[in-house]
């Protein structure tokens, strides 16, 4: 028989859900100016290609170690990097731009037990709110890098070619790293969503899989050869 004074620890949460609401006034001031305080110092920096990725992934494995080559190439390539300012993925993205010399933006996040900014940050902003950070990470981006990670890279990734698919955002190269690493899911998509009709075709082409960072910067260059502005419309 079930117990009617136990209570599951979700129920708390949910109690507390009135107090949340009733300061949803004052909680737009605050919105507000964490999008004044990252548009302006975002708007100064330029051009970039954001880089997203697990920040679990250790230093000594292969994801990293070409996640810190591809932070060299942009930067020797000229553009500077936004990463979520993290360790794993970000951090090697990071490490990489800043050791070439170049820009090296984090996009940090207070978070209850994870994401301290790496130390290869030569701008670094830190976000309170995830929806704020996710336009500065697309809005002033000419590109999108994606290697492995869980759920929050997988959401970044499909956020980024949703936007680009309902044309929220102008066209902008979108590149997965790690053939391996992605081909289930990549399978599932063509087998399931493209066969039952809920994608089309054409929007497979909106990103593009290569094997490494190398093949990742040709790609970029070639599509910028035709120019491409980086912004969210209006």
């Keep these: 028989m079930k117990n009617k004074n136990h209570k599951h620890p979700i129920d708390k949460d949910f109690a507390d859900m009135g107090d949340f609401t009733n300061n949803d006034t004052w909680r737009i001031f605050r919105i507000m100016a964490e999008f004044v305080e990252s548009f302006e110092t975002m708007s100064q920096q330029g051009p970039l290609v954001t880089v997203f990725g697990s920040a679990r992934t250790q230093p000594d494995s292969p994801e990293y170690k070409e996640a810190e080559k ?8 000229g553009y ?6 993290g360790d794993g993925i970000m951090g090697a993205v990071n490490k990489g731009a800043y050791e070439a010399g170049g ?5 940090n996040i207070e978070l209850p037990n994870e994401q301290q900014p790496n130390k290869f940050q030569t701008h670094s902003l830190s976000f309170r ?3 704020i950070r996710k336009v500065c990470f697309l809005k002033y981006t000419l590109g999108v890098v994606v290697f492995p990670g869980g759920f929050g890279t997988l959401d970044e990734f499909f ?10 955002i102008n066209r902008i ?10 081909e289930e899911m990549f399978k599932s998509i063509n087998n399931t969503l493209l066969k039952s009709g809920a994608i089309q075709k054409a929007d497979t082409e909106l990103y593009k899989i290569v094997p490494d960072a190398d093949a990742a910067m040709k790609y970029l260059l070639e599509c910028h050869k035709y120019g491409v502005q ?4 209006e």
């Design 70 to 77: 591809m932070g060299r190439l942009l930067a020797e390539n």
């Design 80 to 85: 500077g990097v936004i990463s979520g300012g």
């Design 103 to 107: 820009d090296s933006i984090g996009l």
């Design 129 to 131: 709110y995830f929806f």
């Design 159 to 168: 956020e980024a070619i949703t936007l680009v698919q309902t044309d929220k």
């Design 173 to 182: 190269p979108i590149v997965v790293i790690g053939e391996n690493s992605w």
């Design 230 to 233: 980086p912004t969210v419309k």
